[in-house]
């Protein structure tokens, strides 16, 4: 097998083939999935899956990302959520917010945006006993 091989580990015991946004097809709207998705076109609006994304070289995708997993080489134009592991490939671009649990940059790699690693634990709050929660919300 050539290409990625990061992800070995079968997905709830299932081995079907993956969703392969092929070179020169673009996509436009809100793709959702649960198993692995690979893209080597271009991909506009918003992409989750619950199995692994793998994003070629030549892929760009305008739209907010979310996978259990994602090796990317291509560009994305948005934010990115990965539930475990996301590798940054040397070819490639994100221009947005990245969430891991885990993630590898190659060197090369071109990253904007905010890097949020490991889980995420908010504090404890104190409380007083006189503490009330107040929310101010206001319309545009």
Known sequence: LGGFTMFQKATNG?????????RGVTLE?????QGDVSVEGHVKGSLITTGSL?????AVIEAEVKAAEASVAGTIQGNVTVTNRCEVRATAKII???????????AGASLQGRLT??????????????????VHATAS
């Open 29 to 33: 709207g809100n793709f959702q999935g």
């Open 96 to 106: 947005g917010d990245v969430t891991a649990q885990v993630i590898a940059i190659e």
């Open 54 to 58: 793998t994003v070629g070289p030549e």
């Open 117 to 134: 690693v490991g889980t995420k634990t908010p504090e404890p709050r104190r409380s007083l006993g006189t503490e009330r929660n107040v």
């Open 14 to 22: 299932s081995s079907s083939q993956p969703t392969i946004i092929a």
